[in-house]
Protein backbone atom coordinates (compact mmCIF):
# COMPACT_ATOMS: atom_id res chain seq x y z
CA UNK A 1 0.00 0.00 0.00
CA UNK A 2 0.86 3.59 -0.59
CA UNK A 3 -0.44 6.32 1.32
CA UNK A 4 -0.12 10.38 -0.18
CA UNK A 5 -1.06 13.23 2.18
CA UNK A 6 -0.85 17.03 1.15
CA UNK A 7 -2.98 19.73 1.40
CA UNK A 8 -5.37 21.08 -1.22
CA UNK A 9 -7.01 24.42 -1.53
CA UNK A 10 -11.04 24.22 -2.38
CA UNK A 11 -12.44 20.91 -3.27
CA UNK A 12 -10.52 17.62 -3.11
CA UNK A 13 -12.85 16.35 -5.58
CA UNK A 14 -14.94 18.12 -8.17
CA UNK A 15 -17.76 19.86 -6.90
CA UNK A 16 -16.82 19.32 -3.74
CA UNK A 17 -18.50 22.01 -1.08
CA UNK A 18 -15.76 23.72 1.18
CA UNK A 19 -16.18 26.24 4.37
CA UNK A 20 -13.59 28.03 2.65
CA UNK A 21 -12.19 27.92 -1.16
CA UNK A 22 -10.06 30.33 -0.25
CA UNK A 23 -8.21 28.02 2.78
CA UNK A 24 -5.62 25.06 2.48
CA UNK A 25 -7.32 21.62 4.10
CA UNK A 26 -5.01 18.89 4.88
CA UNK A 27 -5.68 14.86 2.84
CA UNK A 28 -4.65 11.52 2.59
CA UNK A 29 -5.14 8.93 -0.02
CA UNK A 30 -4.45 5.32 0.57
CA UNK A 31 -3.63 3.12 -2.77
CA UNK A 32 -3.47 -0.57 -2.96
CA UNK A 33 -0.35 -2.55 -4.28
CA UNK A 34 -1.93 -1.99 -7.75
CA UNK A 35 -2.10 1.36 -7.33
CA UNK A 36 -5.99 1.56 -6.76
CA UNK A 37 -7.66 4.30 -4.91
CA UNK A 38 -9.04 2.66 -1.48
CA UNK A 39 -10.06 5.99 0.57
CA UNK A 40 -9.59 9.69 0.80
CA UNK A 41 -9.79 11.77 3.83
CA UNK A 42 -9.85 15.65 3.70
CA UNK A 43 -9.56 16.64 7.17
CA UNK A 44 -9.63 20.50 7.79
CA UNK A 45 -9.51 22.76 10.79
CA UNK A 46 -11.71 26.28 10.48
CA UNK A 47 -8.61 28.22 9.38
CA UNK A 48 -6.00 27.09 7.19
CA UNK A 49 -3.82 23.45 8.07
CA UNK A 50 -1.60 21.39 5.52
CA UNK A 51 -0.10 17.65 6.49
CA UNK A 52 3.92 17.38 5.75
CA UNK A 53 3.99 14.00 6.25
CA UNK A 54 2.47 10.53 6.18
CA UNK A 55 3.21 6.94 7.54
CA UNK A 56 2.09 3.63 7.93
CA UNK A 57 1.97 1.96 11.49
CA UNK A 58 2.89 -1.75 12.04
CA UNK A 59 -0.96 -2.52 12.47
CA UNK A 60 -1.70 -1.15 8.79
CA UNK A 61 -3.31 2.34 10.95
CA UNK A 62 -2.09 5.79 8.65
CA UNK A 63 -0.60 8.40 11.32
CA UNK A 64 -0.46 12.33 9.03
CA UNK A 65 1.17 15.10 10.79
CA UNK A 66 1.15 18.50 9.67
CA UNK A 67 0.27 21.94 10.71
CA UNK A 68 -3.10 24.03 11.35
CA UNK A 69 -4.13 27.70 11.99
CA UNK A 70 -7.22 26.24 14.24
CA UNK A 71 -8.06 23.30 15.62
CA UNK A 72 -8.74 20.00 14.01
CA UNK A 73 -11.15 17.82 14.65
CA UNK A 74 -10.92 15.99 17.49
CA UNK A 75 -8.44 18.56 18.93
CA UNK A 76 -7.64 21.93 20.71
CA UNK A 77 -5.37 24.82 18.96
CA UNK A 78 -2.84 26.32 21.24
CA UNK A 79 -2.34 29.40 19.13
CA UNK A 80 -0.64 30.80 15.58
CA UNK A 81 0.03 27.38 13.39
CA UNK A 82 0.34 24.43 15.49
CA UNK A 83 1.74 20.88 14.87
CA UNK A 84 -0.92 18.11 14.25
CA UNK A 85 -0.84 13.69 14.41
CA UNK A 86 -3.97 12.59 13.08
CA UNK A 87 -4.33 8.53 13.02
CA UNK A 88 -6.96 7.01 10.63
CA UNK A 89 -8.13 3.36 9.76
CA UNK A 90 -10.07 1.96 7.92
CA UNK A 91 -13.57 0.39 7.92
CA UNK A 92 -15.88 -1.38 5.99
CA UNK A 93 -19.71 -1.86 6.33
CA UNK A 94 -19.96 -5.41 4.62
CA UNK A 95 -18.21 -7.18 1.91
CA UNK A 96 -19.46 -5.22 -0.90
CA UNK A 97 -19.18 -1.93 0.42
CA UNK A 98 -16.21 0.35 -0.03
CA UNK A 99 -13.49 0.52 2.20
CA UNK A 100 -13.56 4.17 3.68
CA UNK A 101 -10.62 5.99 5.85
CA UNK A 102 -11.92 6.56 9.75
CA UNK A 103 -10.41 9.69 11.68
CA UNK A 104 -9.80 8.00 14.69
CA UNK A 105 -8.18 10.92 17.02
CA UNK A 106 -5.65 13.64 16.76
CA UNK A 107 -3.33 15.40 18.96
CA UNK A 108 -2.48 19.05 18.31
CA UNK A 109 0.51 21.05 19.90
CA UNK A 110 2.72 23.94 19.99
CA UNK A 111 3.30 27.19 21.31
CA UNK A 112 1.48 30.67 21.22
CA UNK A 113 4.04 31.14 17.91
CA UNK A 114 3.72 29.57 14.86
CA UNK A 115 4.85 25.76 14.66
CA UNK A 116 5.39 22.94 12.53
CA UNK A 117 5.67 19.30 11.99
CA UNK A 118 8.70 18.64 9.48
CA UNK A 119 9.29 15.10 9.45
CA UNK A 120 7.37 11.56 11.66
CA UNK A 121 8.12 8.71 11.93
CA UNK A 122 6.49 5.27 13.57
CA UNK A 123 8.34 2.73 15.15
CA UNK A 124 6.54 -0.19 16.63
CA UNK A 125 4.11 1.71 19.03
CA UNK A 126 5.83 4.86 19.33
CA UNK A 127 5.45 7.73 17.29
CA UNK A 128 7.95 10.52 16.69
CA UNK A 129 7.61 14.03 14.90
CA UNK A 130 10.48 16.73 14.50
CA UNK A 131 9.79 19.97 13.43
CA UNK A 132 10.17 23.45 14.61
CA UNK A 133 7.98 25.44 17.42
CA UNK A 134 8.48 29.09 18.13
CA UNK A 135 11.58 29.11 16.50
CA UNK A 136 13.38 26.15 18.06
CA UNK A 137 13.83 22.24 16.51
CA UNK A 138 11.37 20.14 18.55
CA UNK A 139 10.83 16.69 18.83
CA UNK A 140 7.91 14.87 20.38
CA UNK A 141 7.69 10.95 21.38
CA UNK A 142 4.31 10.04 21.37
CA UNK A 143 3.23 6.11 22.28
CA UNK A 144 0.66 4.92 20.24
CA UNK A 145 -2.21 3.52 22.23
CA UNK A 146 -4.55 0.28 21.68
CA UNK A 147 -7.10 2.08 19.92
CA UNK A 148 -4.71 3.84 17.57
CA UNK A 149 -4.65 7.28 19.05
CA UNK A 150 -1.27 8.79 19.93
CA UNK A 151 -0.45 10.04 23.01
CA UNK A 152 2.39 12.31 23.91
CA UNK A 153 5.73 10.37 26.24
CA UNK A 154 7.58 13.49 25.98
CA UNK A 155 9.03 16.52 24.29
CA UNK A 156 12.89 17.64 23.17
CA UNK A 157 13.90 21.05 22.56
CA UNK A 158 16.76 20.56 20.47
CA UNK A 159 17.77 24.30 19.86
CA UNK A 160 17.48 27.08 18.11
CA UNK A 161 16.46 26.63 14.42
CA UNK A 162 18.23 30.11 13.20
CA UNK A 163 15.93 29.63 9.80
CA UNK A 164 16.71 25.85 9.39
CA UNK A 165 14.67 23.15 8.79
CA UNK A 166 14.35 19.43 9.75
CA UNK A 167 15.43 17.21 6.67
CA UNK A 168 13.95 13.65 7.78
CA UNK A 169 13.39 11.67 11.19
CA UNK A 170 14.56 7.91 11.31
CA UNK A 171 14.78 5.47 13.96
CA UNK A 172 17.50 2.34 13.56
CA UNK A 173 19.01 0.15 16.27
CA UNK A 174 16.62 1.77 18.94
CA UNK A 175 18.36 4.99 18.39
CA UNK A 176 16.25 8.52 17.03
CA UNK A 177 17.99 10.10 13.80
CA UNK A 178 17.36 13.74 13.08
Same mark, same amino acid.
Given at each position: ?52 ? =? ?6 ? =? ?116
Amino acid at each position: RVAVAGSVTGGLIPGQSVANANLSDSFVTVFDALGVEQWTQSRGARAADEATA =VSFGSDGR =VYVSGRAQSAMPGAGAVGGWDGYVQVFGENQSHAAAPVVGVSLGAQQFGTVGDDNVQAMTVDGDNLYTAGIENGSFVVRHFRIGAGGAPELLNTRNLGASHSGEIAGIAVADGKLIV
